[in-house]
């Protein structure tokens, strides 16, 4: 009987990360909700790893600044007046399209408008990278959560000794010494 | 009649008590198996693993009750001293102090009491080759010295000094693969002692989590290799490293059922975990909690994330010199390492 319960617990360990992301099939959830419902040290698990996963999702994400918007129209606004043409940014886009749209034939100028305004958008593209960036903010990836929560335990664990440890039991278990328990 | 049963009887006995045979390395290994497990002791152990040029001791207090108890309490090193480890027959846990949690798992020791008989039978089938060393004295005991070889490459020879009477292992040394050796000494040990059953319980502390025991397995680093070549063309690993940290162990994990290769670097308590995986993962870099740092990215095929407690730039340039899996054929014990990267 031990055995089975035991079982039990390292299929649901390794399948908690799927089992929270919501990635199981239905049988497979119900197997695991069943053994978690029976099993305390388990449930400790789940909630280690809910713990985890919710200091991962407090972490900071990589976000864009509230006037980002603004200061790219005033880049782009800047770049187009340079260039002899209607500031503006968005707006200034979209009248050139439509005047381009509009033409059947298109005087030289009015063809060289979409042109324009593409190079405008790549020079204020690249005057904006070329300024010095400060220190991104930690960005975390919320597919992979799960994972990285997984390997910081691991890392904690091979810290704590695990691998040192795991020589010195298995040198005290007689049957191990042959191996064989190593070839599983 | 009476005395021809009572000269059988002792002649039984006789046999039974018979010290294990010298000159004959599978029957003394046999016998240490029958007899080992119903043996009660206590001692001091040394352990040494050495690794990649580096050595990590390991002192610790060992109390076996036969048939199915065992107690290991570390002394040494700082980072274990304190820690137990209890088996009491139906789980093996340890406690891990500085994490607050205790890793529980089955026992190994029912484990093995489950697989004697097959083991002795495989034993006498001859499918583990067994060579008798020789007869030698440990502590003041006799004991046979005898060699193990691996049935399968890439595993570590193991040579035993058992003691004659009881059958236990007072001193195993491992060799291999590569330059691993692993040594575990007795420095002291008695016989039959008195252990209550408080020994063997662990109970949970306020606050402290109990979890299953940890996912991997140690795998040798050429095994690890190995792995990686027939899954993903090779295995990343870093061209640039800061001083000091050696590669000192390998394992063998999964991930949502797919595999995930790590390979541990140490630096004196300096830990850097290399993760690599075929997992779906984003490039990012995040600080966890204080001194433990995380930077993931792509490297070809795979996926590789490394974990430690260098300051994410460094861990940023660490995981910018790893090679593609393809351009790495070989894996290096000790990369090479960079002053800048420090």
Known sequence: MWKRIDRACGRTARLLGEYLDGTLRRPQRRVIEAHLDRCAACRRELEAHRRTLALLADLPRRELSGDFDAALSTRLAGVQGRSGETAGSRVWF???????LRAPWPSPPRRLAPAGALAAAALALVAWRMQPVPPSPPIHPPA???YVATLVREHQMLAAGSDLNATV???NVGGDLLGDAEEE | MIRARLVASAALCLLATAPLSAQDGR???????????????????RTEVTSGGKTRR????VKRRAPDKLRIEYLEPARLKGELVIDDGQHLRRSISSLKVIEEGPSRLQRAQQRQSS???????GKTPVSFVRDDTLLGRRVTVVSILPARPNRPVRTLWLDQLTGVALRVEEKGPGDRTSVTTFERISFNPVLGDAEFQLPVPAGVTVVPEQLGRPISPQRAEAIARRLWGGLP???????GYVLTSAHQLSFHQRPVIALRYTRGRDDLSLFVSTAAGEPFSAPMRPRLNVVQRPVGGVLVTLVGSLPPPQLERIAASL???AESTRLQSSPATHSHAR
Request: without cysteine.
């Open chain 2, 119 to 125: 083991r002795i039978r495989a034993l006498r089938a």
């Open chain 1, 144 to 146: 992979s959560s799960a």
């Open chain 2, 27 to 45: 029957e003394a290994l046999i016998r240490s198996l029958e007899r080992e497990p119903a043996v009660s002791f206590e001692g001091i152990q």
């Open chain 2, 323 to 325: 090679q593609h899996p």
């Open chain 1, 169 to 171: 039991v298995s040198h």
């Open chain 2, 237 to 243: 690993t870093p061209t640039l490293l800061p001083p």
């Open chain 2, 58 to 61: 390991a002192a610790q207090i």
């Open chain 1, 94 to 100: 979209s009248t050139a399209a439509d005047r381009y």
